[in-house]
């Protein structure tokens, strides 16, 4: 990596952040409801493998 490149390339992701930020909007009550519905199905779907995974693990050794 250029030392003299490292200034531009921080004022780029610097740019890029602030447009990020300008086009997110805070989710409406529905929205995030939704969300958090589906992420805590997510991590149980995913607990459950893994206590299955270990469940078969302990019956097999």
Known sequence: M????WP???KKYVFEC?????VTKKP???EFKTIVKVSGLGML????IGFLITLVKELLL
Do not use: D, M
């Not at 250029?2 to 490149?5: K, L, R």
């Not at 602030?18 to 300008?22: G, M, Q």
């Not at 779907?45 to 459950?48: D, N, P, R, T």
């Open 2 to 5: 250029n030392i003299a490149s």
């Open 8 to 10: 531009k390339k921080t």
């Open 18 to 22: 602030i447009r990020v930020l300008k």
């Open 28 to 30: 409406t009550k529905e």
């Open 45 to 48: 779907v995913v607990g459950l």
